[in-house]
């Protein structure tokens, strides 16, 4: 299991990656670019929004010819796009690439999830899931600072350099390293009307949505944070480049710590319970931030601090819902895994360009959005999920 874990989160780490490793260039690439705030931002939007739609696409393939294929294909546009963006001499051309870019990104985070449905469910499922994204935590830990150091010693467009070999590098690991897990009896041939049947077994389980849009809200607030982070760090609170990197990584550090009691948890407690308890966690830390930060109260500390605990229950929550929303839909589970990542992606999409005639570049639009997010995960986990049941355990 930890080689799994350690191929399948080398791979989805680059989805992250070109993300993580870009925050601290973006105020330098809007100077350079001559671009507005809110023009800079809709860099990160068109990449979640291409980021989610193309899952649409990779899950549905991946059903019919396995799971190799489609990573090839996606990373490979990864590359293209990374070059792209390298050598962008506008934002509008930057907005193209990213857009790309985020196209071929879209493959590395919703096959790697199949995979794990191929191998797992229940709880060993989210064993295997907590481990991916601890390696995926390399991203929010290391990215920004090598981001900040290449902005030192270079200038913005090395950023998509190191990019474009991290995606000729993963072609290699997938190429090489990692083996196909769908068998040609399991593959499903995929055409309009198994699609939308799909689809519409999908869209009316209420528990699959139930879940999706619980975890997806959760993502929301956190690519909200993404969006806004580095303009709050180094604008209001006057952190350099470098700074701001470590104080990201403070916030990371909580969820992806986190993330790893979430299997364990779910064994003691019943994964329903934990999700339920998190997302009451995830609500309180935001809502109390918000109104901490409305009295003049919000600190750098503070913000860092109540940023970390809130995350901290997200690394409980995503991985606990990713792993149930698959649960009942292994003969779909392409197809579950790109629907349900898009519909992610796109709330995450959907929020940062909601939120964003609305900040100014201080700390309280950024942390009343990531509230909104957690109350509506909350208000959907007491509609969605079963009351609790008694815990058995074992003598």
Same mark, same amino acid.
Request: glycine share 10%.
């Given at each position: 299991?930890?080689?799994?874990?350690?191929?399948?989160?080398?791979?989805?780490?680059?989805?992250?990656?070109?993300?993580?490793?870009?925050?601290?260039?973006?105020?330098?690439?809007?100077?350079? @670019?001559?671009?507005?705030?809110?023009?800079?931002?809709?860099?990160?939007?068109?990449?979640?929004?291409?980021?989610?739609?193309?899952?649409?696409?990779?899950?549905?393939?991946?059903?019919?010819?396995?799971?190799?294929?489609?990573?090839?294909?996606?990373?490979?546009?990864?590359?293209?796009?990374?070059?792209?963006?390298?050598?962008?001499?506008?934002?509008?051309? @930057?907005?193209?690439?990213?857009?790309?870019?985020?196209?071929?990104?879209?493959?590395?985070?919703?096959?790697?999830?199949?995979?794990?449905?191929d191998m797992f469910t229940g709880t060993?499922?989210?064993?295997?899931?907590?481990?991916?994204?601890?390696?995926?935590?390399?991203?929010?830990?290391?990215?920004?600072?090598?981001?900040?150091g290449l902005i030192l010693i270079a200038?913005?467009?090395?950023?998509?350099?190191?990019?474009?070999?991290?995606?000729?590098?993963?072609?290699?690991?997938?190429?090489?390293?990692?083996?196909?897990?769908?068998?040609?009896? $399991?593959?499903?041939?995929?055409?309009?009307?198994?699609?939308?049947?799909?689809?519409?077994?999908?869209?009316?389980?209420?528990?699959?949505?139930?879940?999706?849009?619980?975890?997806?809200?959760?993502?929301?607030?956190?690519?909200?944070?993404?969006?806004?982070?580095?303009?709050?760090?180094?604008?209001?609170?006057?952190?350099?480049?470098?700074?701001?990197?470590?104080?990201?990584?403070?916030?990371?550090?909580?969820?992806?710590?986190?993330?790893?009691?979430?299997?364990?948890?779910?064994?003691?407690?019943?994964?329903?319970?934990?999700?339920?308890?998190?997302?009451?966690?995830?609500?309180?830390?935001?809502?109390?931030?918000?109104?901490?930060?409305?009295?003049?109260?919000?600190?750098?500390?503070?913000?860092?601090?109540?940023?970390?605990?809130?995350?901290?229950?997200?690394?409980?929550?995503?991985?606990?819902?990713?792993?149930?929303?698959?649960?009942?839909?292994?003969?779909?589970?392409?197809?579950?895994?790109?629907?349900?990542?898009?519909?992610?992606?796109?709330?995450?999409?959907?929020?940062?360009?909601?939120?964003?005639?609305?900040?100014?570049?201080?700390?309280?639009?950024?942390?009343?959005?990531?509230?909104?997010? $957690?109350?509506?995960a909350l208000l959907l986990a007491s509609?969605?999920?079963?009351?609790?049941?008694?815990?058995?355990?074992? $003598?």
């Open positions: 299991m930890l080689r799994t874990a350690a191929i399948l989160g080398l791979l989805a780490a680059i989805g992250p990656f070109a993300v993580d490793m870009y925050l601290p260039a973006i105020p330098v690439i809007g100077e350079d @670019l001559g671009a507005s705030i809110p023009a800079t931002q809709m860099t990160l939007t068109v990449y979640f929004l291409a980021f989610g739609i193309a899952q649409l696409f990779y899950g549905p393939y991946s059903d019919q010819v396995g799971r190799k294929k489609p990573l090839y294909l996606g990373l490979v546009v990864f590359v293209v796009g990374s070059i792209g963006c390298a050598l962008a001499p506008s934002i509008g051309w @930057l907005l193209l690439f990213r857009f790309i870019q985020g196209i071929g990104g879209a493959s590395v985070m919703v096959v790697p999830r199949a995979v794990i449905r060993q499922a989210t064993r295997l899931m907590a481990m991916v994204m601890l390696v995926i935590s390399i991203s929010p830990m290391l990215a920004p600072l090598s981001g900040s200038d913005w467009r090395a950023i998509f350099w190191v990019l474009f070999i991290a995606g000729a590098a993963s072609l290699l690991i997938t190429g090489f390293l990692q083996p196909e897990t769908l068998a040609k009896e $399991a593959r499903i041939p995929v055409n309009i009307r198994t699609l939308m049947r799909g689809c519409r077994v999908l869209l009316t389980d209420r528990m699959f949505m139930g879940l999706t849009f619980i975890g997806g809200f959760g993502m929301a607030s956190f690519f909200v944070f993404i969006a806004s982070a580095s303009f709050v760090y180094t604008g209001e609170f006057g952190l350099t480049p470098t700074e701001f990197s470590l104080a990201f990584a403070v916030n990371a550090i909580g969820f992806f710590a986190a993330s790893q009691f979430a299997a364990p948890l779910g064994e003691r407690f019943g994964l329903t319970r934990v999700v339920a308890s998190a997302v009451i966690g995830f609500a309180f830390f935001s809502v109390l931030l918000v109104i901490l930060t409305l009295f003049g109260m919000g600190t750098l500390p503070m913000t860092i601090t109540f940023l970390f605990l809130a995350n901290a229950c997200l690394g409980l929550v995503i991985p606990a819902t990713m792993v149930m929303a698959l649960d009942h839909h292994g003969d779909i589970a392409g197809l579950a895994s790109s629907l349900g990542g898009t519909l992610q992606m796109v709330a995450g999409g959907v929020m940062i360009t909601a939120v964003g005639p609305f900040f100014d570049g201080t700390t309280l639009p950024m942390v009343t959005a990531i509230a909104l997010c $957690a109350a509506i509609r969605v999920l079963p009351g609790p049941k008694p815990v058995r355990h074992r $003598a």
